[in-house]
């Protein structure tokens, strides 16, 4: 038997072992948790960051897709350097938005506001994915 802490997400391999069906969906957030866990902590990156919201949107072809728009408040105390965000089509594979660079470039100028948009590279069978992601940060610094 395998021990683990409540924190710790299982391998990829763990995850086919235990469960014979397993989604490719299921096996992306286990593998997005285990990079959460290991990043360092935004408090660590930017300590002067007092708090954090990003209102995000994901659109293809004029539309909003189904849970596209929504606001993350950002838990800072805790949160991982990470912003490596899914693609919002669960039919969509290998795709995904991983905004890190942008954002923490951003925080570390001290940038109260910042917005940008990123195209998912995915594939949805044969054709790409192309939903694109716009972000809005609204951030705040002691």
């Given amino acids: 038997m395998i021990e683990r802490t409540a924190a710790q997400a299982p391998t990829r391999q763990e ?20 990079r959460e866990d290991d990043a360092p902590r935004l408090r660590g990156a930017v300590p002067a960051l007092d708090s954090l919201r990003l209102e995000i949107e994901e659109r293809r072809g004029g539309g909003v897709l189904a849970g596209g728009a929504h606001i993350r408040r950002i838990m800072v105390e805790h949160a991982p350097a990470l912003f490596d965000l899914p693609c ?3 039919a969509c594979k ?28 995915g594939s949805l069978g044969e054709a790409p994915c192309g939903s694109v992601l716009r972000y809005v940060g609204i951030a705040t610094y002691r």
């Fill in 15 to 34: 995850v086919v072992l235990y469960n014979r069906r397993v989604s490719e969906a299921a096996l992306r957030a286990a593998d997005r948790r285990r």
């Fill in 88 to 90: 919002g089509d669960r």
């Fill in 94 to 121: 290998d795709g995904g938005h991983d905004l890190t660079r942008t954002i923490l470039g951003a925080l570390q100028r001290g940038e109260p506001r910042f917005e940008g948009e990123d195209r998912c590279s």
